[in-house]
């Protein structure tokens, strides 16, 4: 082969990704169909029915990509997952042109389970010979382009009070210190979650954005209201190599609805804590103000 050739091949390129969200763990490039219709409207899965999944894959690169993969998981409400606790559901295949993107189904529909009421992260992933995925079973979403992540579960308070039940995980093999603590979201993350689920967004238009107060929480997947009291503001928990333990993030509803991140920090001897991963609750009231629940995509 010439040095010509070498050149020109060299100058070809297949750059592959999802794009992340903002935070990073609500991408826009991720979205669930509920029910028979893969074509159907983007909405939160339900419990006990189908659910397709889609994904938006960019080819940032010079190069048309023919078969690149896409595959597609979930998981339980859950915060620092991989490839090893996440659940897979199908794999996809596109081509697309340089400088492209191409909207990407699943055709394989998962069904959620009535353990977390419907409520699931979904993850996708799109990777080719030619741009191969890192060789580890971690989900880097922030640093790699190849995979992305959309951790949004929409719930309704009852009297103001809510909780949802999660996961914490622990990818590596050896034991880890970790903290979970809570954020408000902002008015431009609050928008863009709308975005996600847009009946939901639509049934809340004209409604007051609130606040949520208490956010703790619970070594309990299924608290009590009289219990919301103890919930810790900031938890901290040792977890063995490949280990995961279950929480529950519980608060109260000030306004008609409210967006609250939980985010997940690794601990090092002496290091700055590193985010590891987040998840993100939408909370609606129950007034008539606020998202009714065939809207919200509840069961």
């Not at 896409?70 to 081509?95: K, Q």
Request: proline share 7%; glycine share 10%.
């Amino acid at each position: 082969m010439t040095n010509q050739c070498m050149n020109v091949r060299m100058s070809m390129s297949v750059i592959l990704e999802i794009m992340d969200g903002s935070p990073w763990y609500l991408s826009p490039d991720i979205w669930t169909v509920p029910g028979n219709d893969p074509e159907g409207a983007p909405g939160q899965p339900i419990a006990g029915m189908p659910c397709y999944m889609w994904a938006r894959v960019h080819n940032n690169g010079s190069e048309l990509v023919q078969n690149a993969q896409v595959r597609f998981y979930w998981a339980n409400p859950s915060i620092g997952f991989d490839r090893n606790t996440a659940n897979f559901i199908g794999t996809a295949n596109v081509t697309i042109a340089a400088g492209a993107q191409s909207d990407v189904l699943c055709l394989m529909p998962w069904v959620p389970t009535y353990v977390n009421g419907g409520h699931e992260c979904v993850l996708a992933e799109a990777f080719h010979a030619l741009d191969p995925l890192p060789a580890t079973p971690a989900f880097d979403v922030p640093t790699d382009r190849h995979v992305a992540q959309r951790n949004l579960s929409v719930v309704q308070a009852l009297k103001k009070m809510f909780h949802l039940a999660f996961e914490v995980h622990n990818t590596s093999r050896n034991a880890g210190q970790f903290k979970v603590t809570t954020r408000a979201a902002t008015a431009a993350e609050i928008e863009r979650a709308m975005g996600i689920f847009p009946k939901v967004g639509e049934s809340l238009r004209g409604a007051k954005p609130g606040a949520i107060a208490k956010a703790g929480f619970l070594a309990d997947p299924c608290p009590d209201m009289q219990t919301h009291g103890d919930a810790k503001p900031i938890m901290e928990t040792q977890l063995a190599g490949r280990a995961r333990t279950g929480l529950s993030v519980v608060g109260q509803l000030d306004g008609d609805f409210a967006l609250l991140h939980v985010e997940q920090w690794a601990l090092g001897r002496g290091e700055k804590p590193v985010l590891v991963g987040g998840l993100s609750v939408l909370v609606v009231g129950s007034g008539p103000a606020s998202a009714p629940k065939a809207a919200a995509g509840q069961k």
